[in-house]
């Protein structure tokens, strides 16, 4: 006969010890948690994390500046092409209804055999006569058949290209959605970052850069004045070199916008642009574009005359300064930041090109 028992309990004992063991586990986990987490980022590592994450919204507003350019072109030539297909399809559809009418007419006058209506005919004369008018209908005929046959090739031939267009108008909208979304990823990203430091930090940081633009400034008003009348030295500067510069130095102070072109607010390749302009010059939208629109000058400093485009980063060429003499800049540097003067050697060369 089977006995039925209850189980055993555990004693206090034991339960001391897996209670202690729990909470050595605990401890060791907390501390290792403790251990694992990253130590808080200096001033200096979020600046440099930052100044990155700023090139490479540059890299990416370069994109999206490019992507515009092309949409606005493209949207032209779409525009162009549209009223050139409506304008020929005006034409072949008159064309069209010309034919028509001929042809109508042709019927009704060849009804009968020219030779019966020779014979029927009391005025054989006024035949003939009408006759010849009848080959010279079919000429013109013939005649705006072929023309209508070339207009209707030439119209499938614009439709199909304005459909062409149509489609690579959807594609570079796409990209500049992209290029939008992955500038507004690094700014939201850098200003994280920014925000992991305390009000004293970030303060600091923005002195640090407030001080090293007006060194700049002050070594840009050192230079030669005797030929410009501007801060900055024009001194063996072209005329339109000298007059973009001092355009450029009016909007010292002016906000840093992606994408923009002034007058108020740019960015750097649209400082350049809208600099140049303002001296009769049109340079090309982004500073890729603008880096192949002068001549080569080298990639030394002791080589560049102001005026010259400085332009940045070896591997993407993402930005653009105008040199103004005495190893200094005037550029749009980045969001946050003002057009402002700086080193010329800041960043790293990749080219300098005389416009």
Known sequence: MATHRRPKQPSRARISVLTAAAATAVAISAQAGAASAAPKPTKESVKAQVDKLNEQAEVATEKYDGAKEKQHELQKQVNDLQDQVARQQAEVSTMQGTLGQLASSQYRSGGIDPTVQLMLSSDPSQFLDKASSLDQVSAQQADTLRQLQEKQRKLDQDKAEAQQKLAELDSTAKELKDAKSEVQQKLSKAQSLLNTLTAQERAALQAAETAAAQRASRAAQRTNLSTGGGSASTVGASSYAAAAIRAAETRLGSPY???????????????????????????????????????????????????????????????????????????????????????????????????
Not at 297 to 309: C, H, Y
Not at 329 to 354: C, D, F, L, N, Q
Request: hydrophobic share 40%; proline share 6%.
């Open 257 to 355: 916008v992606y994408g923009s072109t002034g007058p108020s607010t740019f960015d750097c390749s649209g400082l350049m642009l809208w600099a140049y302009n303002q001296a009769g010059v049109s340079l090309p939208r982004t500073s890729q574009a603008q880096a192949g629109a002068g001549t080569y000058v080298g990639t030394s400093i002791a080589d560049a005359k102001p005026g010259d485009l400085i332009i940045y980063y070896p591997g993407s060429m993402s930005h653009v300064g105008m040199y103004v003499g005495n190893g200094q800049i005037i550029h749009a540097p980045h969001t946050g930041a003002v057009v402002r003067y700086e080193s010329a050697t800041v960043m790293p060369i990749a080219k300098i090109v005389r416009i």
